[in-house]
Each structure stands twice: as structure tokens, then as C-alpha cells.
């Protein structure tokens, strides 16, 4: 299960996904976002879906890795659709015992399981079209005005691709753990669930470990190369936004203000 977590990775590639500057990418999912939390109906729905699959297509990244990194969530989809499906009041379809399905129910249900795989699918295809250096170059330059009020920018953006960065690593130390400990006799896949979640402890401590020991091997890194912040730094690579870039903006503000006038204009 923890290899299916892609999350952090980065495919490298030459399509028109990848050659996008990050700064738009970064825009790009926030306007999907609104726009996906403003759709209340099937044809809003279907349209955030034809986005959504539009984008996995240009951006040429197997359905495969997509449905991979789906999987650990799988049980959250599942859980938040069947609460939408039994605890909405409205036109009742069935009724059995303590088990009663609505109509507004079963299409709330069907709305907030599709909003979430639509919501992780195109928030999975930023850090794969884009890396590490560049998302935290684009972060950079998006919150560089919020410097001017001493918020500590470049910092910020650092953590927050070096979070990412780590996540794969980190999940590779987890599953190098678990393989020792079951060649030991530790057993994580028998017993109940509370049965479970004990025998997940003894990896906490190894893992922690781990974790402070890269880090302080980070630091070591940057101090000894004088990493000082991003007050006087320059960049190896300047960020340029190209006709591209311009389109994806157009296309992505027609597809965010199409949805929401089907929202609340009722058109």
C-alpha cells in the first residue's frame, strides 16, 4: 500500500503540461479547485471531469499512476459517500431497517466522491508535471508580495517543496522498516484493526530516527554551501511566461467562470 502513494514524485517529460510555467500550474489547480467546489450540478461535473481527463492526456501520465495514487484513499472516498448516502434527508428511494437512501442522498453521494477523485487527480498532476526547484521558484515569485510585510517567503517555499520532496523518501524508509521488521516476525497484516494499529508502533521509533537524521543531514549540506535565505540569491533558471501560459490562464478563467454561472446563474 505505500508504494501506491505517489504523491511528491515528479515524471520528468517534454509535453505541454511540463513546459508550463510552475507559477501558472500553481494558479491553474487554484482555479480548478474553485471552480470544482462551485459545481452543483451533473453538467458542472461533467465538464471538471472533461478538465480533468483533458489535462491527464496532455500531460501523457498513465491512468495506471493516476488510479495508483487513488488507492490509499480509497477508503475515505468510500466512507465519505456513504455518509452523504444515508445521512440526507429528502425523497426516499429505500427503506430498510436502519438503512434509508434518499434521492438527494444517492446524487450527494455521487457529487462529493466524484468531487474528491476529481480534486486529487488534478492536484497529483502538479508535482508530477512539475519539480521540486521549479515549484519552489514558482511558489516564490506567486508570494514575493507578501515580503514587502516581512513574511519570510523564500523560507516557506523552501519547507514546502522540501516537504514534498521528502514524502516519497520518506514512505520508501517506511516500507524498508516494515520488510526488516517482517523478516523478524512482525505481523501487520492479521488481527483486528486496534490489533493493527499496535503493531505499527515499533516502526515509529526507527522511523523518527531516520527522519531526524536526514534532516540534520540536510542542514549539514546547506550550511556547508552557505545557504543564507533568499535575501540576495539569484536564480540558475529565470521563470518566463510564454504564449502558453497566457492560454492556459484564458482557458482555465473560461472554464472557471462557465461553471459557476451553471452554478448560481442556473444556465
Not at 488510479?67 to 448516502?85: H, R, S
Not at 445521512?87 to 468531487?115: E, H, N
Not at 530516527?209 to 545557504?227: G, K, T
Not at 540576495?232 to 472557471?256: E, N
Request: proline letters at 3%; a positive charge.
Amino acid at each position: 500500500m505505500l508504494k501506491d502513494v505517489t504523491l511528491g514524485q515528479y515524471f520528468p517529460g517534454d509535453t505541454a503540461a511540463h513546459r508550463l510555467d510552475p507559477r501558472t500550474k500553481l494558479v491553474g489547480v487554484l482555479i480548478f479547485i474553485i471552480a470544482l467546489f462551485s459545481a452543483v450540478n451533473w453538467i458542472s461535473y461533467g465538464i471538471m471531469l472533461a478538465v480533468t481527463i483533458a489535462c491527464i492526456a496532455i500531460s501523457k501520465i498513465s491512468i495506471k499512476t493516476i488510479t495508483k495514487g487513488l488507492k490509499p484513499l480509497v477508503v475515505i472516498i468510500i466512507l465519505t459517500g456513504l455518509l452523504n448516502l444515508f445521512y440526507t434527508q429528502g425523497d426516499v428511494l429505500i427503506s430498510f431497517w436502519v438503512i434509508t437512501i434518499t434521492k438527494q442522498g444517492l446524487k450527494r453521494a455521487l457529487f462529493m466522491t466524484s468531487r474528491i477523485i476529481l480534486l486529487i487527480c488534478g492536484t497529483f498532476l502538479l508535482t508530477y508535471t512539475t519539480s521540486p526547484v521549479a515549484l519552489t521558484s514558482g511558489l516564490e515569485r506567486l508570494l514575493k508580495p507578501l515580503s514587502k510585510i516581512k513574511v519570510p517567503v523564500h523560507e516557506m517555499s523552501m519547507m514546502m517543496s522540501m516537504a514534498l520532496r521528502f514524502i516519497p523518501t520518506l514512505i520508501e524508509e517506511t516500507d524498508k522498516i516494515m520488510s526488516a521488521q517482517k523478516a523478524r516476525g512482525a505481523d501487520f497484516e492479521t488481527g483486528s484493526l486496534a490489533q493493527r494499529a499496535k503493531a505499527l508502533l515499533p516502526l515509529l521509533v526507527p522511523l523518527f530516527v531516520s527522519s531526524f537524521r536526514r534532516a540534520d543531514e540536510l542542514a549539514v549540506a546547506m550550511e556547508s554551501r552557505c545557504y543564507h535565505g533568499g535575501s540576495g540569491r539569484t536564480a540558475m533558471k529565470r521563470l518566463k511566461m510564454g504564449s502558453i501560459d497566457y492560454l492556459a490562464f484564458t482557458l482555465g478563467f473560461i472554464m472557471m467562470f462557465g461553471v459557476i454561472a451553471l452554478a448560481y446563474f442556473g444556465l
